[in-house]
């Protein structure tokens, strides 16, 4: 086991260590120093210990896909894990109940436009502004595919109660049946000047301003960049705008299942591709028919108009992998953690063998061993008063920089298996919702790298629990079982429910929502690994009087 020092030189410190010891032990109550260490306090000793953990790699079933806060549309190549294909389907919304589109209408354009998530760099000279592409992963061409799905996207699940909401999961299936090509691919959704073509063929996301000019070709206004492209207007015309005043636009529901989606197929056209991260659910995201009608004053000149389609209704994912991650040992843990977003993986982490408070008076358990140690309890394991003071506790992932070619995700993100929840450290760091990258990072360390350098390869993850170790010391929490998964955003764990994995047994299962939104993917040292200097453990800070 190894052994650290560590000196406590912070008077805020000193001050929690006081009335901590006051409040939970006699013997914690005499201080004879500003600053506490192992040279000049008295009553005191500071140390550390390692606590051995298991941890071993959890294979994901198919992960529910419906609803998303973002998504996935793309291809990816992770130089570890293989090729990911991930394609969307998005039931779309009016934004006019029952409208009127006016006399002798023109069609002028379609126009559907997915803004990406992107960061102004800098302002040119000429008023351009440069960005930089924040959530799009690889650079090489794929091949974008767009129809009007034909399969309707229910609200509920006719298998179960009235009130149980359908689930989709990333195989294309709602658990019980599989969704079909052909529906999905009802009707191509063809390209302006392309005759009948509804494929772009080699699609990749571009960090250029868009800009655009008015009919005498001047410039008009800039948008950030996007997925912006022009539709054929013989369709949409027959689609919407003939259909004025006719039960199919009379409502939303009668809408929903006259237009049932647009369904958005990525797939690889070499060994590479791009995947986006996209938000389909804002507000600039939209098909917008552009026309031109009779004025409503007599004499006057045509009116333009617009007519915009909206992607606000249920949405969907499908996932698919060129690869397979395999389970690991329960019971001994892992030499490599593989952790992989989307249709991944995750750890599972169980502290002190797994064990908890039972009825055998005759031996401790792991964690009755160590409960004993910090604390005293009663006949039941209830927490009495304390022995020893924590004053921080981690795990430290340590990265494997020989298999792990490129740089890894960022954020990894610990969380309650049994209770689909994050821990009470997670809630008591401080969140940052403008830039999620640096949101909890005391709690949820971001990956430290060579020589702090953003495009450095990844050292080691520290991930603090200490207020997780103090509810199982003080406040007679359950020992339960931890997850570790990769994450996309960390702010999103903060009021959103974990999302569902199709089992196909009684067991229930759930996965974080900032894993599933996540391609990235790492490789971690484990507990069972030969490398003792990166070796998974759970090291403990502490306080302990020394009279």
């Known amino acids: ?11 805020a410190v000193l001050s929690l260590i006081i009335s901590s010891f006051i409040a939970c032990d006699k013997d914690f109550a005499n201080i004879d120093s500003d600053i506490i260490n192992n040279d000049n306090a008295t009553h005191f000793d500071t140390d550390s210990r390692d606590f051995n953990v298991i941890a071993y790699t959890k294979a994901l079933s198919p992960v529910q896909t419906n609803n998303l806060p973002v998504n996935l549309l793309g291809v990816y190549k992770d130089d570890i894990y293989g090729m990911t294909t991930a394609s969307i389907v998005a039931e779309v919304a009016s934004s006019i109940i029952n409208p009127t589109f006016g006399e002798n209408v023109v069609m002028d354009s379609v126009v559907l436009s997915i803004p990406y998530f992107s960061t102004a760099t800098e302002v040119t000279e000429d008023g351009e502004t440069i960005y930089e592409l924040d959530s799009v992963f690889g650079g090489d061409p794929i091949k974008l595919s767009l129809f009007e799905s034909n399969y309707f996207l229910r609200d509920f699940d006719p298998s179960g109660d009235i009130n149980d909401s359908q689930n989709y999961y990333a195989n294309m299936s709602t658990g019980i049946d599989f969704i079909s090509a052909s529906q999905l691919e009802a009707v191509p959704l063809n390209l302006e000047g392309d005759g009948e073509n509804n494929v772009i063929e080699e699609f990749t996301p571009s960090n250029v301003q868009i800009r655009l000019l008015d009919e005498d070709g001047e410039l008009s206004s800039r948008l950030i960049p996007g997925l912006r492209v022009k539709l054929d207007t013989t369709y949409w015309r027959t689609k919407i705008i003939d259909k004025e005043g006719q039960p199919e636009l009379s409502n939303q529901n009668n809408f929903n299942d006259y237009f049932r989606g647009i369904y958005f197929k990525a797939e690889a056209i070499g060994m590479d591709g791009n995947l ?20 409503d004053v007599e004499g006057a000149d045509p ?80 927490f ?6 924590i004053n921080e506790a981690n795990l430290v992932f ?73 509810n199982l010391l003080l406040r007679d929490s359950t020992n339960v079982k931890l997850g570790l998964a990769v994450s996309g955003n ?22 974080p929502v900032s894993s599933i939104i996540s391609p990235r993917g790492t490789i971690l040292y484990g507990n069972n690994t030969g490398d003792e200097e990166k070796k998974l453990y759970l090291e403990i800070f502490f306080t302990e009087p020394n009279n």
């Open 303 to 382: 009116f333009q108009s617009t007519y915009t389609i909206s992607f606000t209704g249920n949405r969907v994912n499908f996932i698919s992998n060129e690869f397979d991650i395999q389970n690991g040992n329960e019971t001994t843990g892992d030499e490599l953690l593989r952790l992989k977003g989307g249709q991944g993986s995750i750890a599972e982490i169980k502290l002190f063998n797994g064990d908890d408070i039972d009825d055998d008076d005759t031996t401790d358990n792991l964690f009755e061993t160590f409960k004993n140690e910090f604390v005293e309890t009663d006949e039941d394991g209830n």
């Open 398 to 470: 340590y990265v494997n920089q020989e298999l792990l070619e490129n740089n890894g995700p960022d954020r990894l993100y610990i969380y309650d298996i049994e209770n689909q929840t994050p821990l009470t450290d997670y809630f008591q760091d401080i969140a940052n919702t403008v830039f999620p990258t640096f949101s909890r990072i005391s709690h949820l360390g971001r990956l430290q790298r060579v020589d702090d350098d953003p495009s450095g390869n990844g050292i080691k993850y520290k991930i603090k629990i200490t207020e997780h170790i103090n």
């Open 1 to 11: 086991m190894k052994k650290r020092k560590i000196a406590l030189k912070n008077l």
């Open 490 to 511: 960390i702010n999103l764990e903060n009021n959103t429910l974990q999302y569902d994995i199709l089992t196909g047994t009684d067991q229930e299962e759930t996965v």
């Open 384 to 389: 009495v008063s304390s022995k020893k003071l």
């Open 276 to 295: 986006s991260v996209l938000n389909l659910a804002a507000s600039t995201t939209n098909i917008t028919i552009y026309y031109t009608r009779d004025s």
